[in-house]
């Protein structure tokens, strides 16, 4: 071999010594992946409530403010289930303030009907002994009168006997006429006292029957009154229900403020509004749409806070720990880097999260490096003229040393 040829050999021999000598010095304490792309806090727009799309003010990729109007559903149907909700609660209350205060008035008048009723008893048991003493009288009475009747007869029975005793004598001239005269008044007074203890004995007959009456009616009085002092001794019962309907009624206001509150909140979601800073992306509602509660209607993505998800190998964790910095090359900017640091390390790897992840303990296994998600943050201030997007495409490299 030539003295050259020996030259050109070693030249290319240092070149590559050299090569690898960069190379090794250059990834010494770094570990970088491809496996990456930007991320940012994306979030559905979706309808709260349905309805007829009044005004969309936004258009695709248009920078929103936190509280900007999106969509503007038509309200009037909103308006008016508040104004009926409103009113039947107005209802609701007052059905429950006139329940409340009926409770007390159930209570004392439950209670003084109480009194009024043993009262009521206690008289008419008084009225029916009464009563009954009357009877006892009216029955003395009807057998005094009975006597006489019988005394009164016997008495008429005898006169009469005498004047028919005395017309013989008369005739043969044996008596004077003063003395039948006589036996014939006496006969006629007899006659006629008899007619006055029958009508002494149907007058006490008369009192026994209305004595009798009256003992009916008192009983009957006696009846309605204990019925009435039972059901007055069911005082507490009687309170127990009002105090039910005043619950009922209370409770029923209670659901009503409830509707009420959701009618309101129904109202307030007939007006969808961003709710964070970002750009406005695949808007698909136009004004005139009718929408169904749940509906997607666009997309807000938050540019303002962007990270990066590295997918690192497994084996390439040994030294990575959160804090470390962070260089950040973008593809779609032509390889310009951006500083950042490691923030957290994912608690599982990607393929724990999936649809269908590995299960291992079935059929024949084969190993395979897994990757583990990493999030890496921006430092703030950098290059606002080349904003990143999510999705984009970059290589982080880590400086574990």
Do not use: C
Request: charged share 20%; proline share 4%; net charge neutral.
């Amino acid at each position: 071999m030539s003295t050259r040829n020996r030259i050109i050999i070693a030249i290319v021999a240092l070149m590559m010594i050299a090569s690898a000598g960069a190379w090794f010095w250059s990834t010494l304490g770094k570990e970088s992946t491809d496996d990456a792309q930007v991320e940012a806090h994306v979030t559905p727009i979706a309808a709260r409530v349905g309805g007829t799309v009044e005004a969309a003010p936004v258009a695709d990729n248009q920078t929103v403010d936190p509280g900007t109007v999106l969509v503007q559903i038509d309200r009037r149907d909103f308006e008016l289930a508040l104004e009926q909700a409103r009113a039947e609660l107005a209802d609701a209350e007052a059905a429950a303030v006139a329940a409340q205060a009926n409770v007390p008035i159930v209570a004392t008048t439950a209670g003084g009907g109480v009194s009024t009723a043993r009262g009521s008893v206690a008289q008419a048991q008084a009225a029916i002994a009464e009563a009954q003493q009357a009877v006892a009288g009216a029955h003395s009475r009807a057998a005094t009168a009975q006597a006489r009747v019988r005394e009164a007869e016997a008495n008429s029975s005898k006169a009469t006997k005498d004047v028919e005793r005395l017309k013989p004598l008369l005739a043969k001239d044996e008596i004077s006429q003063q003395q039948f005269d006589s036996a014939v008044a006496a006969a006629n007074a007899a006659r006629a006292a008899v007619d006055s203890a029958v009508a002494q004995e149907r007058e006490a007959q008369t009192g026994i029957q209305a004595a009798e009456s009256r003992v009916r009616q008192t009983e009957a009085t006696s009846e309605q009154a204990a019925a009435q002092l039972q059901t007055a001794q069911t005082v507490p019962q009687q309170v127990a229900v009002t105090k039910a309907r005043a619950s009922a009624a209370e409770a029923r206001a209670t659901q009503l403020r409830a509707a009420v509150k959701q009618a309101e909140l129904n109202l307030e979601y007939a007006t969808v509004k961003a709710p964070a800073r970002g750009v406005v992306s695949r808007k698909t509602v136009e004004p005139g749409q009718v929408i169904q509660p749940g509906q997607p209607l666009m997309t807000i993505v938050a540019l303002d806070q962007i990270w990066i998800t590295a997918n690192f190998k497994e084996t390439q964790l040994e030294h990575v720990r959160p804090g470390q910095s962070v260089t950040v090359k973008v593809d779609a900017y032509g390889g310009k880097t951006f500083a950042g640091k490691v923030e957290s390390i994912a608690a599982a790897t990607g393929a724990r999260f999936s649809l269908l992840p590995p299960e291992n303990a079935t059929g024949n296994f084969v190993k395979v490096v897994q990757r583990v998600p990493v999030k890496i943050v921006l430092d703030q201030g950098q290059d606002p003229r080349q904003p990143l997007r999510p999705g984009m495409s970059v290589t982080p490299t880590i400086r574990t040393q």
